[in-house]
């Protein structure tokens, strides 16, 4: 048996260290919590093009469009892709999940919101649907949101869609304040 004994432990690249002392272990240099994935888009841009879209190996119906944004002011990791509107879970573990949305209504428009993100989500509604209101009054104000926890595996996708199945539906408000999309590993 061999047996190592040491002192001191130190990366050069990151200038992290371990000191060793009367069986007590220290850190200097290092964070509170280690680096976890996290994500946070904003702003309306666009709808993916619309068509079938698969997420967790499940075909959407194709009523369902991905949303795209302006602006990813949070992407630690690079785990979100605003190309294709999809963060991929890099780590297994719990997440939490959510999305705000505004609009000012036009003549009684909705809009469904939808999150896809297991393998058994309901191809029309997702893992979570909210409608946000039809109240008919021009020039009122609504929002919607949601929050949830799930327990991810590596490689699951998530994605926020709006579903557009006729001409009551309309989109969020373009200004980034309006609309926003986030998820974060808690651990």
């Known amino acids: ?15 992290v260290a371990a000191n060793i002392s009367g069986g007590t272990v220290s850190f200097t240099n ?9 994500f946070m888009a904003r702003g309306y841009a666009s709808l993916r093009a619309s068509g079938a ?4 190996s499940l075909t959407i119906n194709s009523n369902n469009q991905i949303v795209l944004f302006d602006d990813v002011p949070v ?14 879970v890099p ?7 959510s999305y705000h949305l505004g609009k000012k209504a036009a003549n009684g428009k909705y809009i469904q919101v939808g999150l896809f993100l297991t393998g058994s989500d309901d191809t029309a509604l997702g893992y979570i649907t909210q409608w946000s209101g039809q109240d008919g009054s021009y020039g009122m104000y ?14 699951q996708q998530f994605a926020l869609t709006l579903t557009q199945t006729n001409t009551n539906w309309t989109t969020p408000d373009t200004t980034k304040e309006y609309f926003s999309f986030s998820a974060y590993l808690i651990g």
């Not at 048996?1 to 200038?15: A, E, H, K, V, W």
């Not at 290092?30 to 996290?38: D, E, G, K, Q, W």
Request: charged letters at 5%; hydrophobic letters at 35%.
């Open 91 to 97: 780590v297994a573990g719990v997440y939490h999940v």
């Open 142 to 155: 609504d929002t919607t949101g949601a929050s949830v926890i799930v327990n991810a595996s590596a490689s």
């Open 53 to 56: 879209a698969t997420i967790n």
């Open 1 to 15: 048996m061999s047996i190592l004994r040491t002192n001191q432990i130190q990366d050069t690249g990151t200038n």
């Open 75 to 88: 992407n630690i990791g690079n785990h979100f892709n605003n190309t294709t509107g999809i963060f991929t």
């Open 30 to 38: 290092t964070p509170l919590t280690s680096t976890r994935p996290a």
